[in-house]
C-alpha cells in the first residue's frame, strides 16, 4: 500500500468494481480514516538528568497504531513504507520534584532532524508542557521520538504515570 | 502562486438524481477533485526561522522565516530573510489551523517579569491586521537560558481580499536579550470557508452530521436471491447473497443480469431499507425463484451517500474556535483542583457543538484539540495551569509554569496541545488553574485572550 494517488477517470473505459476500489473506496478510506499513531507512558517513568540533555520519552504503551509503526526498541514512531508526508507530532509531558528554577522544555527527534526547545518553560514542583509540531517522515525510514529536557534542577527528575499527567505522544498524517 | 494540482477546485459535489448518467467529467470534478485536495492540494506551509533575530520589545514582532520546508502553493516574496516580518498571502479560501513554536536564547539572569510569546498578525476577509497570542511563558531566573513556547489558533481566510498571515514573537526582553534562537510557522487548509466572506463566491461547506463509512461499489455481475423457494409476488423483502453497493433509496433489478431482462417477469424495485443480507424492498409485482439474479446498479442513493456525502464531509469536518469573551476571576487553588473556562464564544463552530463553554464531540474520531487560558498575573510566585477534562472527569494537563515576577504581576498564557480521541457526545471544556494566593482574572482583549480550538482528523 501507498499514499493514494490521484484516481486518473478514463474516458471511454467502463470501470469495474475493482477500479472503483482503487478510483474511490480506498483513498476515501485513508482520507477518513488517516494514519494516526498513539503512545503513552503510564505504567513505568523516565527519569531525566539535570544535565538539560534532551532525554528519549520510553513510552510504554500503545493505545492505538493500526500501521504498526512503533519501535519498542528504539521508542521512536516509524511512518509506514509508502506513505511518506507530512505528519501532525503532539507531545505532552509532565515532570515531578523540580525546584523553583527549574526549566522544562520538549523536542522532537526524527531520523533527520531535531526541532529543538519548542517549549521551553519554568515549571513548578510538578510541571507540564505540551506542544505540537508538523514533520515530514519518510516511509519505512523516519521515526519520530519525543523528548524532554530538565535544567537547573539540582537533581534528575521523572515523569509521572498519574492520569491527565503521564506522558503522551500522538502522530497523525497530513499530507503528501 | 499557483496551485500544486492545476485544475484543483474547492469541492462541491453534486447531489445525483436518479437517470443521471455517471460521466467522466462528473467522477473527476468530485472524487478526482477531492482525492487531489486530500493528498497533496491542500495550501500548507511550513517554515522556519534559523535564529538570531532579534525582536523588538515589549511589541509583536513579525519572525523573519529563512528557510522554507513547505510552501505548496508556491505564495511568492513569502520567505524574506533578515526581513522581521514574512508574511503569507493566503492563496485559496478557507479554514486554516495554525501554529507557531519559537525560543529565544537570552543572556541575562533576573528575568523576574520576563515572559516569551508567539503569535499571530492576521487579517481576515480584507479587514486590518490583528494579533492574537498563543502560548506566553515565564523563564527561569538563571543567565543564558532560552525560553519558549507554542501557539495555534483557527481562521477563516478569503483569498479573494488578499488576506494575510503573520507569525509573531512577543517578549518583553530588551533588544540585545532577545534572539531567536529557532522558531517554526505553519498554516494547514483544513476545511472550506464556513460563512460571510467578500467577493468569494463560494462553496461554503456543508454540514453532514452522520457521515458514512466509505464502502465498496455494487459489483458489476450483481448478486443473487438466496430466499428458500424464493420470493413470492408482492414479498416486501429479500435477502441476497452480497449486499454491497444497496443502499436504502437505491433500485434492485430482480430477474435482470448484465442490464437485460433474464425473464419477462423480471422488475425493478425500490431499496426501502437494508440489514445485513436482507433489504426492504417496494412489493414485487411478480414472484422470483431462488437464485434469480439480482442487478444492483450504482443508484444515485448510493452515490449521494458514499460520493457527495462523503466529499462534503471531509472537506468541511467539524471545526471550532471559541474566544472568552470576558474576563473572568479564577480563585486561588492547590493544583490540580481547577475553575471551568467560562464565557466561551464559538467564532467558527460548523457543526453548533458549543454550548455554555462546552463542546459536545459532534463526530466520533480524533480531534487536534489545543486549549490557552490567558492569566492576569501576579507579583507573587504563582503556578498556573491548562488543562482539558473530557466528560467531566480528571483533567488532562498540557501546561502548568511557575512565574515568580516579584518586579510586577506579568500576564502569562499556558496551553494545552494534544491529539485525543474523542467519542460523538462527548463533552468539552477547558480548565484554568492558579495559585497566588488571592483570586486572578483572566484576560480578554483582543490580542491575550484565553481559547480552545479543536480540528476533526480521521474517524
Known sequence: MTTPSVPDFIAGYAPQQPDFQSYWTGPSTFFADRIIARVSQQSSTTSIPDSGTATTILFDTVLEDPYSGWDASTHSWVAPAGYSGWYMATLRVAVTGASANTALSLQFSTSYQTYPNLVYQAIPGEGVASVSQYVYLIGGQDGIAGLAAIHNSGSALSTVTTTGLYPAMEVVWIMS | ?459
Open chain 2, 1 to 459: 502562486m499557483t496551485s500544486p494540482v492545476p485544475g484543483l477546485a474547492y469541492p462541491d459535489p453534486r447531489t445525483w438524481s436518479k437517470g443521471d448518467v455517471i460521466t467522466v467529467p462528473r467522477l473527476r470534478g468530485d472524487m478526482g477533485n477531492l482525492a487531489s485536495l486530500m493528498v497533496s492540494g491542500r495550501p500548507m506551509v511550513v517554515a522556519w526561522n534559523t535564529g538570531d533575530q532579534s525582536l523588538v520589545a515589549n511589541t509583536p514582532s513579525g519572525l523573519a522565516l529563512e528557510e522554507g520546508y513547505l510552501n505548496n502553493w508556491n505564495v511568492q516574496g513569502f520567505i524574506s530573510a533578515g526581513v522581521n516580518a514574512s508574511t503569507w498571502t493566503v492563496p485559496w479560501t478557507g479554514m486554516y489551523l495554525m501554529t507557531a513554536n519559537m525560543f529565544l536564547d537570552t543572556t541575562t539572569s533576573g528575568p523576574e517579569n520576563v515572559f516569551v510569546g508567539v503569535g499571530f498578525n492576521v487579517s481576515s476577509n480584507g479587514g486590518s491586521a490583528v494579533s492574537r497570542d498563543g502560548g506566553n511563558v515565564p523563564l527561569i531566573d538563571v543567565s543564558n537560558t532560552p525560553g519558549g513556547t507554542m501557539g495555534a489558533d483557527l481562521y477563516q481566510l478569503n483569498s479573494y481580499t488578499a488576506d494575510t498571515i503573520q507569525w509573531y514573537g512577543y517578549t518583553n526582553l530588551p533588544a540585545g536579550d532577545n534572539s531567536t534562537g529557532q522558531a517554526w510557522a505553519t498554516a494547514e487548509w483544513v476545511a472550506l470557508a464556513d460563512e460571510g466572506l467578500s467577493d468569494y463566491p463560494g462553496p461554503y461547506g456543508t454540514v453532514v452530521a452522520s457521515p458514512p463509512v466509505p464502502a465498496a461499489f455494487p459489483s458489476g455481475q450483481g448478486t443473487y436471491i438466496t430466499n428458500s423457494g424464493g420470493i413470492a409476488a408482492g414479498a416486501t423483502s429479500v435477502t441476497v447473497h452480497d449486499a454491497t453497493g444497496i443502499v436504502t433509496g437505491g433500485t434492485l433489478g430482480l430477474d435482470v443480469i448484465n442490464g437485460q431482462y433474464n425473464l419477462p417477469t423480471a422488475e425493478a424495485v425500490n431499496v426501502t431499507g437494508i440489514t445485513g443480507t436482507t433489504v426492504s424492498i417496494g412489493a414485487t409485482s411478480f414472484s422470483h425463484a431462488q437464485n434469480a439474479p439480482v442487478a444492483v446498479p450504482v443508484s444515485a442513493a448510493f452515490l449521494n451517500t458514499y460520493s457527495t456525502d462523503l466529499i462534503n464531509f471531509l472537506a468541511y469536518p467539524p471545526f471550532l474556535r471559541a474566544s472568552q469573551s470576558s474576563a473572568q476571576t479564577i480563585p486561588s487553588q492547590t493544583f490540580p483542583n481547577a475553575t471551568q473556562i467560562t464565557s466561551l464564544n464559538g467564532d467558527f463552530d460548523n457543526f453548533a457543538g458549543l454550548s455554555s463553554s462546552t463542546y459536545t464531540v459532534p463526530v466520533s474520531g480524533t480531534y487536534f484539540v489545543y486549549g490557552q487560558v490567558y492569566w492576569a498575573g501576579s507579583a507573587a510566585a504563582v503556578q498556573l495551569a491548562t488543562g482539558i477534562s473530557v466528560n467531566g472527569g480528571t483533567i488532562d494537563w498540557g501546561g502548568v509554569v511557575r512565574a515568580d515576577t516579584t518586579a510586577g504581576a506579568t500576564p502569562f498564557c499556558t496551553a494545552y496541545a494534544r491529539t485525543l480521541r474523542l467519542t460523538a457526545g462527548n463533552t468539552i471544556e477547558m480548565f484554568g488553574s492558579q495559585n497566588a494566593g488571592a483570586n486572578m482574572a483572566t484576560l480578554a482583549s483582543t490580542q491575550q485572550k484565553s481559547r480552545l480550538v479543536m480540528v476533526f482528523r480521521s474517524f
